[in-house]
């Protein structure tokens, strides 16, 4: 995906999706060349800024603890893009849309990004700005969802997009707050060794 296609996506959503959706782009690219340099970005700034701020924002722990936690949260990010694709298309049977796995695949692997970028302000010592920053992205990936959702499924009907909106943001919330329950879980056992 495109840094265009990016730009597109976060200030007008229904040209970036559409441009998305017609670029028909293989579930190996989309993960290759988004995914996973996206994954990247949390671990690698929790693992900077927890080396620099440690004891504020994030624990004290030392930097072989620290790349542990990085690496078990990067390989977690990465199940959870296929997983997610998995959950939205048997959403999609469920709200009788059918979609292939392909677009399930397709709105799980962009959808997050907001929130794939948002670890780059840890760098800022200061939990009010990350916190706003947090709110932002997480507001920014609920509307990419909430475009993304009759683009990539072709959905005409506007209760059947809200519908499965309502499904993907549930499911989509669900697995944010796994990840961070995991991180955490990590984080105790890794301090712990």
């Known amino acids: 995906m495109s840094l265009l296609n990016l730009f597109w996506?976060?200030?007008?959503?229904?040209?970036?999706?559409?441009?998305?959706?017609?670029?028909?782009?293989?579930?190996?690219?989309?993960?290759?060349?988004?995914?996973?340099p996206m994954s990247l970005i949390p671990p690698l700034f929790v693992y900077c800024a927890a080396g620099k701020y440690a004891g504020g924002l994030l624990p004290a722990l030392p930097s072989h603890k620290l790349l542990l936690v990085a690496a078990i949260l990067f390989v977690v990010e990465l199940a959870s893009v296929p997983v997610m694709g998995l959950i939205i298309r048997q959403l999609g049977e469920v709200a009788?849309?059918?979609?292939?796995?392909?677009?399930?695949?397709?709105?799980?692997?962009?959808?997050?990004?907001?929130?794939?970028?948002?670890?780059?302000?840890?760098l800022v010592p200061d939990m009010t700005f990350n916190l706003v920053v947090l709110t932002m992205a997480l507001m920014a990936t609920v509307g990419f969802i909430y475009y993304g959702v009759p683009a990539v499924f072709h959905i005409k009907e506007r209760g059947h997009a809200i519908l499965m909106f309502g499904a993907v943001l549930t499911a989509g919330v669900i697995g944010w707050a796994l990840l961070m329950i995991v991180t955490l879980v990590v984080l105790g056992s890794v301090q712990n060794l």
């Open 9 to 36: 996506l976060f200030f007008v959503p229904t040209k970036g999706w559409r441009h998305l959706v017609q670029r028909k782009l293989s579930m190996h690219r989309l993960y290759l060349l988004h995914v996973v």
């Open 96 to 122: 009788e849309i059918h979609p292939s796995y392909h677009q399930a695949f397709t709105l799980a692997a962009v959808a997050p990004t907001p929130l794939w970028l948002a670890p780059i302000v840890l």
